[in-house]
């Protein structure tokens, strides 16, 4: 997840939006735009210099989309009129060519390099700080950002100096007025994965005998029916497959994973590595890589005839961004998967203006709408916090919900975990009778054999689940406003916000009272309802994968999170769009229509009951829909059957 360090320390902010006009304006004159993620000082932390005028950086200029309301309304309508190519699109929906020029033009005159993608949505800029300072009018300063500890088998992060400005970016108002956000003025590197390993056995607690968490993506094949594809001969082939990534990849480690340990065919020079922005630096663990890798291996096995472009980007928030125009102006992947993400209680704390959606929200907005059109299929993992997306950044315990899967233009990945017995150590063990949304209330009742002092402790430390609930940003898509029931939930109550503290003037809870033995209780909804479609993201019915970069053995078992659901979704995708003969496109508003109507391709998981929850929300039964595993599982076969006849 964008990792924002830990409460009261460092917070990210958008900017407001343009200044009010003069009456009779001169084209010239200067007005502000939205920036992206800025550094600000909430609690003191010290500015300590500015930042050295010949420090490169990279920034782009995120264009507005035109004729917006159309294009929602294609892409929102399963596109009737047909998908559209790189090319139409830009003309029906990105900037002129005109107004593209002026930008560069004017960014010229300091001396900035500038590259357009090809979509007329995304300009990219390189230069150095002073440039930028001058050309956009703002003072870039240098801060001290605290170490984040390492958390749910993430490594940390050290305490480390990085730039940026709460400045207001300006440009001339004859160009502000087409561009939506400036991105790039700080390096704060924004992100972690989504991705949550097995918590370690007390010292001198003797393991199962049997592992746990050693699943293969054959198994995943398996759970949700996507064999009867592989024995009609579907595999991916002639189909890629798109990684969106902020870490770098050894292409070696997914083949021999392949190759060695799953022993599976796949076809040659299968991966493509694309470094976006001069790419995401060396492999590294601590950096991100082990996310990489599993998200290539797991996509890669599922569609074995599938290519695999790899689009690696620098950890900055114009690095994600670019990442996701890259894919969507080359348009090469059919299918594009990311597990990176961060909760919304970030960006609308950083706001904090009261204001309208932030833009960065609304520019992968436009990355995935112009997927959409392009018929691209699209899946973002949706978070590993259960219900409280933010605990494990900022560190409120509110309830929230992971961005960029909150767009209403991708699909949600959420998780579950498996029915059957777990054993956890050689004494202890757990029993699922159904599979369930993922939370590990399961797993707190069992905290001696962790070594935790008691159940509450552990609870807290290890606040793990599917991410899932109610956008506070995005409002509800018309594809689930139609869905029956949809704002209505069940909950059980375990974790209780308490504890408010303030975080940039706004007051959010920081700790949470304990229920072991909550009751059900019910509520309503509003805004965009998360995630979309879920399968097994639970550590302890989870995978193993393979990363050179891991201390010691290189394979490693126990591994979930919805960062494997987003890329296995990626990967059956390509081997449905290989079977139907077409991209079959944005899923949710074909999945909602047929999950509303009989012989639903999902099998909802809808038992109200505590031992069905993301560590807040239930299922409700009979509804098509449920905030701690959306529309449930899919089978994957009755999917593509559906989508060939759509």
Do not use: C
Not at 6 to 27: K, Y
Not at 295 to 323: C, H, M, R
Not at 326 to 340: I, K, L, M
Request: glycine letters at 12%; hydrophobic letters at 40%.
């Amino acid at each position: 997840m964008l990792a924002a360090g830990t409460a009261g320390t460092l917070l990210l902010f958008m900017a407001a939006g343009p200044a009010s006009s003069a009456t009779h304006p001169s084209p010239s004159a200067k007005v502000a735009v939205s920036q992206g993620i800025s550094a600000a000082v909430l609690s003191g932390d010290p500015v300590f210099g500015k930042t050295p005028p010949g420090t490169p950086e990279t920034v782009s200029f995120i264009l507005k989309t035109r004729h917006l309301g159309l294009l929602q309304g294609d892409v929102g309508s399963g596109l009737p009129l047909g998908r559209l190519s790189v090319g139409r699109f830009a003309r029906d929906f990105g900037q002129t060519p005109a107004d593209i020029a002026a930008l560069r033009l004017y960014l010229a005159r300091f001396r900035i390099r500038t590259k357009a993608y090809r979509d007329a949505l995304d300009v990219t800029a390189h230069g150095t700080a002073g440039k930028f300072d001058k050309a956009l009018t703002v003072q870039q300063d240098n801060f001290r950002i605290p170490a984040v500890k390492a958390h749910l088998g993430q490594p940390g992060r050290p305490a480390m100096t990085i730039h940026g400005t709460t400045d207001k970016p300006l440009l001339p108002r004859g160009i502000a007025r087409f561009v939506l956000a400036i991105l790039g003025l700080t390096d704060y590197p924004v992100a972690s994965s989504n991705a949550v390993h097995e918590p370690a056995l007390a010292q001198g607690v003797q393991p199962a005998t049997v592992q746990t968490g050693n699943r293969t993506p054959e198994d995943f094949a398996r759970q949700y029916n996507l064999d009867p594809l592989y024995k009609a001969g579907f595999t991916g082939a002639g189909q890629t497959i798109g990684i969106v990534t902020l870490a770098s990849i050894k292409p070696s480690d997914a083949t021999f994973f392949w190759k060695h340990v799953l022993h599976i065919k796949t076809r040659s020079r299968k991966i493509k590595l694309v470094n976006v922005d001069g790419g995401a630096g060396k492999v590294s663990n601590a950096a991100g890589s082990g996310e990489t890798t599993l998200d290539v291996e797991q996509s890669g096995a599922i569609a074995p005839g599938a290519k695999v472009v790899v689009y690696q980007a620098p950890n900055t928030d114009p690095g994600f961004l670019d990442a996701f125009y890259d894919a969507a102006s080359q348009n090469v992947a059919g299918t594009v998967s990311t597990s990176w993400g961060e909760a919304e209680t970030v960006i609308d704390t950083a706001v904090a203006s009261g204001t309208e959606t932030p833009a960065y929200e609304q520019s992968f907005n436009e990355a995935f709408l112009e997927m959409g059109a392009q018929g691209q299929s699209s899946f973002v993992a949706q978070g590993d916090a259960g219900a409280f997306d933010d605990s494990d950044e900022l560190g409120t315990t509110e309830l929230a919900v992971d961005n960029p899967g909150d767009s209403a233009w991708t699909t949600s990945a959420g998780g579950t975990t498996l029915a059957g017995t777990i054993p956890l150590s050689k004494t202890v063990s757990a029993h699922i009778p159904a599979q369930r949304a993922w939370g590990w209330d399961w797993l707190w009742p069992h905290f001696a054999a962790f070594g935790a002092p008691s159940e509450p402790a552990f609870a807290l430390a290890q606040a793990a689940g599917g991410g899932g609930g109610f956008s506070a940003d995005i409002p509800m898509p018309r594809y689930q406003r139609l869905t029956p029931r949809i704002r209505h939930f069940s909950d059980a109550e375990y974790l209780t916000p308490i504890d408010p503290k303030p975080f940039g003037g706004v007051p959010l809870p920081t700790k949470w009272a304990f229920n072991p033995k909550p009751s059900v209780s019910t509520g309503t909804g509003s805004g965009r309802a998360l995630p979309d479609v879920s399968t097994d993201a639970d550590p302890f019915t989870g995978y193993e994968e393979y990363f050179t970069g891991f201390t010691g053995n290189p394979l490693e078992v126990g591994w979930g999170g919805t960062s494997f659901v987003a890329p296995q979704l990626n990967g059956a995708t390509a081997v449905i769009d290989q079977a139907v003969g077409h991209r079959v496109g944005f899923w949710n508003p074909s999945i909602y229509r047929w999950a509303a109507g009989p012989h639903s391709p999902f099998r909802p998981l809808d038992t109200a009951s505590a031992s069905n929850t993301n560590l807040f929300y239930t299922g409700t039964p009979g509804a098509v829909f449920n905030p701690a595993s959306g529309l449930g599982t899919p089978n994957l076969a009755r999917l593509a059957r559906y989508f060939a006849r759509s």
